[in-house]
């Protein structure tokens, strides 16, 4: 056999997306040439490693198999590399991040410079919504996060990086110049809030059960 890293990482990447176009668009490769990877991978086996039932992709038992040890190949490849960046002083590593979606916005300005002075740490950033980062607090299973609000009962060190600023937009006839603060909007209007258990509707609610 001769596959190569590049192949099994594009392999790991259609069997966590269990799509071939979702895989080419994370890793910023058209979807030709993810299948040709593929296709030239697959030729490797006498097994089928994924199977089209449907128009869906599905990785096989075999496929999954072979996926479980090219992430072990990677992660010891990884480690190789780590080390010897270490060996020569250098910060190296895996660094885990997770993120609320409106934070993927500001994210890249606190860590684009110092990815660019610590050029051998791999970034792993996660994308989710605020009950995902809570959890991922609570099971430590990330290096840092970013959220606006975080529940006064979770015990973490606490990094403020800028104004969480949040913007009222409604029609002209409500007067919103005059609205400088929660406590300055009329509780008997509609109001459309961003998700469920946002910290701005449970101020709301708050107050309003207040009023």
Known sequence: MNYTLNQLNIFLKIVEC??????????HLTQPAVSIQLKNFQDQFDIPLTQVVNRKLYITSFGQEIASAAEKI?????????KTASFKGRISGQLTISV??????VIPYFLS???QKHPDIELQLDVSNKSKIITDIQSNTSDFSLVSTIPKNLLVERIPLMKNQLFLVG????????????TDIPFDIP???REEGSATRVAMEDFIQKK
């Not at 071939?20 to 890793?27: N, R, S």
């Not at 609320?100 to 916005?105: C, E, F, L, M, Q």
């Not at 002209?172 to 005059?178: A, G």
């Open 18 to 27: 269990q799509s071939i176009t979702k895989a080419a668009e994370i890793l």
């Open 74 to 82: 990677i992660h010891e490849v990884n480690e190789i590399n780590y």
């Open 100 to 105: 609320v979606s409106t934070g993927k916005y």
């Open 113 to 115: 410079d110092f990815l």
């Open 171 to 182: 029609s002209k006839s409500l007067l919103l110049d005059n609205i400088k603060t929660i």
């Open 191 to 193: 109001l459309i809030y």
